[in-house]
């Protein structure tokens, strides 16, 4: 089991930029594989991004040449970084945390394969 804690939502001007903080507890952070689901008001959790144990990243089509995804295994912390930001990524964005691994990387786009997942923090874009 790990705890997870997001940051660094806010309010941005289209684009802008932020960078998202996931922090986790647990010593064995390096093991997990860690992702970020974002849900729009009305829409369901979608996938953003993903990060393997050893570094492979994967990304939604919408947000590739836009948003990187990595993490520091010693802060025992994933980030995502978010460039040239668009109303349309206004959303709750979630962290979320699996120790299981998958030889299919398409499950890592599922929400439900996660089982640890943190409060979320607001990204709002403005026009």
């Known amino acids: 089991q790990v705890q997870l804690v997001e940051s660094g939502g806010g309010l941005v001007q289209a684009g802008g930029s932020l960078r998202l903080s996931c922090a986790a507890s647990?010593?064995?952070?390096?093991?997990?594989?860690m992702g970020w689901f974002r849900q729009a008001p009305g829409e369901e959790r979608k996938f953003v991004a993903a990060?393997?144990?050893?570094?492979?990243?994967y990304y939604t089509d919408s947000v590739k040449g836009r948003f990187t995804i990595s993490r520091d295994n010693a802060e025992n912390t994933v980030y995502l970084q978010m460039n040239s930001l668009k109303p349309e990524d206004t959303a709750v964005y979630y962290c979320?945390?699996?120790?299981?691994?998958?030889?299919?990387?398409?499950?890592?786009?599922?929400?439900?394969?996660?089982?640890?997942w943190g409060q979320g923090t607001q990204v709002t874009v403005s026009s």
């Open positions: 990060i393997r144990s050893g570094g492979t990243t």
């Open positions: 979320a945390a699996t120790y299981a691994v998958y030889a299919d990387s398409s499950r890592y786009y599922h929400a439900n394969v996660y089982p640890n």
């Open positions: 647990g010593r064995t952070f390096s093991n997990y594989a």
